[in-house]
């Protein structure tokens, strides 16, 4: 198995034509009017924050969001929603929780949109995980929110059980949908996509053995996607209420593309050969022979222009044992999500740009800043922050595991 290195190699990666984009620059900029007067519209227990009838009014929204193992987060502050009290010693002051009851308590649904003007584009659905009441020298007391997508209801309990699905897909595909059955009741999830795993054998064809390995030991359901995920290298993250489970990266149609006159207004990119080795090993055992089960994989590709940075990394290895591999299919599909891994760490990107609120993880971008920073990388974290003085700005984290080939 053959990793990309950077330059002059087979396989690299190039930027797309206007049309293979889902959404353009400009057609955004049309879309959001100039992306001028930035708009957000909250919505607690399906009913829309803006028309509450006491004047409260929203600041500092915060949604994070990612593509990677952690749940995101959408956080708020409620203004105006103090009284201080007619007395001089404040001993009647209070918040004004009455007319919030209904809406900011734990367990709600959370809704947030953003944009501009009237186009606003939802960009988080999850339920409210906490509520603090907050009062500080600088600023007027407010009520802060912070609410989680569907991944916070699968954290909590702990249990062991015998599943009956004969894959980890199945069984990941079972879990999903009785989270999300309980989740869409209250309006914080929006339907599943659970992908079968290479474990899964056509006509229920599965090993015994195999079948044995789909279990929960005192783990979370949580613990046990994310377990099946990193096993098969497989994606789990929601978005917009949509719970996924997917082969890595395997959604390669390209979101938009954007550069320093279209959006970006920051950006720092670069590429290291920090972690990179030679070969990688995977080692298990059949249960069945007793024999060994080995696979392995080499990057054997150029490190550099100059080639320099191969003998750097020459007989490097990394050998990792699982335990819970029972065939050749498993220990290859271990052997290439470590490949994965590895090979996604060899280019970063962190970017601020306008208030997009179209752009979300799990997608490829094309970013281009001039050569050779040039490149497509594949979007881990979007944070989406709205402030108090109206200023909306949008930052990506990515990934690439190559550059761009030179001259395109």
Same mark, same amino acid.
């Given at each position: 198995?053959?990793?990309?290195?950077?330059?002059?190699?087979?396989?690299?990666?190039?930027?797309?034509?206007?049309?293979?984009?889902?959404?353009?620059?400009?057609?955004?900029?049309?879309?959001?009017?100039?992306?001028?007067? +930035?708009?957000?519209?909250?919505?607690?227990?399906?009913?829309?924050?803006?028309?509450?009838?006491?004047?409260?009014?929203?600041?500092?929204?915060?949604?994070?969001?990612?593509?990677?193992?952690?749940?995101?987060?959408?956080?708020?502050?409620?203004?105006?929603?103090?009284?201080?009290?007619?007395? *001089?010693?404040?001993?009647?002051?209070?918040?004004?929780? *009455?007319?919030?009851?209904?809406?900011?308590?734990?367990?709600?649904?959370?809704?947030?949109?953003?944009?501009?003007?009237?186009?606003?584009? $939802?960009? =988080?659905?999850? !339920?409210?995980?906490?509520?603090?009441?907050?009062?500080?020298?600088?600023?007027?007391?407010?009520?802060?929110?912070?609410?989680?997508?569907?991944?916070?209801?699968?954290?909590?309990?702990?249990? @062991? @059980?015998?599943?009956?699905?004969?894959?980890?897909?199945?069984?990941?595909?079972?879990?999903?949908?009785?989270?999300?059955?309980?989740?869409?009741?209250?309006?914080?999830?929006?339907?599943?996509?659970? @992908?079968?795993? +290479?474990?899964?054998?056509?006509?229920?064809?599965?090993?015994?053995?195999?079948?044995?390995?789909? #279990?929960?030991? /005192?783990?979370?359901?949580?613990?046990?996607?994310?377990?099946?995920?990193?096993?098969?290298?497989?994606?789990? !993250?929601?978005?917009?209420?949509?719970?996924? !489970?997917?082969?890595?990266?395997?959604?390669?149609?390209?979101?938009?593309?954007?550069?320093?006159?279209?959006?970006?207004?920051?950006?720092?990119?670069?590429?290291?050969?920090?972690?990179?080795?030679?070969?990688?090993?995977?080692?298990?055992?059949?249960?069945?022979?007793?024999?060994?089960?080995? /696979?392995?994989?080499?990057?054997?590709?150029?490190?550099?222009?100059?080639?320099?940075?191969? $003998?750097?990394?020459?007989?490097?290895?990394?050998?990792?044992?699982?335990?819970?591999?029972?065939?050749?299919?498993?220990?290859?599909?271990?052997? #290439?999500?470590?490949?994965?891994?590895?090979?996604?760490?060899?280019?970063?990107?962190?970017?601020?740009?306008?208030?997009?609120?179209?752009?979300?993880?799990?997608?490829?971008?094309?970013?281009?800043?001039?050569? +050779?920073?040039?490149?497509? =990388?594949?979007?881990?974290?979007?944070?989406?922050?709205?402030?108090?003085?109206?200023?909306?700005?949008?930052?990506?984290?990515?990934?690439?595991?190559?550059?761009?080939?030179?001259?395109?």
């Amino acid at each position: 198995m053959n990793i990309p290195g950077i330059p002059d190699i087979p396989g690299v990666s190039k930027m797309g034509a206007a049309g293979s984009y889902e959404i353009t620059y400009d057609a955004m900029y049309k879309k959001y009017g100039g992306f001028d007067l +930035p708009s957000a519209e909250i919505e607690l227990n399906g009913k829309p924050f803006s028309k509450n009838k006491d004047r409260m009014f929203i600041h500092d929204i915060r949604v994070e969001l990612t593509s990677g193992f952690e749940a995101s987060i959408a956080s708020f502050r409620i203004y105006n929603a103090y009284s201080y009290g007619k007395d *001089d010693d404040s001993s009647d002051a209070e918040y004004r929780f *009455d007319s919030l009851k209904k809406q900011a308590v734990l367990g709600a649904a959370a809704k947030v949109g953003l944009g501009y003007g009237d186009e606003t584009v $939802s960009v =988080f659905t999850g !339920f409210v995980a906490s509520v603090d009441f907050c009062f500080g020298e600088d600023e007027p007391p407010y009520i802060e929110v912070t609410a989680m997508d569907a991944k916070g209801l699968m954290m909590a309990s702990a249990y @062991a @059980a015998q599943s009956t699905a004969r894959s980890y897909g199945d069984a990941v595909r079972a879990i999903l949908k009785g989270v999300c059955d309980k989740a869409q009741t209250r309006g914080a999830a929006a339907g599943i996509s659970a @992908a079968d795993t +290479p474990d899964k054998k056509p006509s229920g064809g599965q090993s015994k053995a195999s079948a044995e390995t789909i #279990e929960m030991v /005192s783990e979370s359901d949580y613990e046990f996607v994310v377990k099946a995920a990193k096993k098969f290298n497989y994606e789990f !993250f929601v978005d917009r209420g949509k719970m996924i !489970f997917r082969k890595a990266r395997s959604d390669e149609r390209p979101l938009t593309a954007l550069s320093a006159n279209k959006g970006v207004i920051f950006y720092r990119l670069g590429y290291s050969l920090t972690g990179v080795v030679e070969r990688i090993e995977v080692r298990a055992m059949d249960p069945g022979t007793g024999k060994t089960i080995v /696979s392995k994989g080499k990057y054997s590709e150029k490190l550099s222009i100059a080639n320099k940075a191969k $003998s750097l990394i020459k007989g490097s290895k990394k050998v990792y044992i699982d335990p819970t591999i029972f065939s050749r299919e498993e220990a290859d599909a271990r052997l #290439e999500s470590l490949m994965a891994q590895m090979s996604y760490r060899l280019g970063s990107l962190d970017c601020e740009c306008i208030g997009m609120p179209d752009l979300f993880p799990g997608r490829f971008i094309d970013i281009a800043v001039g050569s +050779p920073g040039d490149n497509r =990388f594949y979007i881990t974290g979007v944070v989406h922050e709205f402030d108090r003085d109206g200023r909306y700005r949008t930052r990506l984290r990515g990934s690439v595991d190559r550059v761009k080939e030179s001259g395109v």
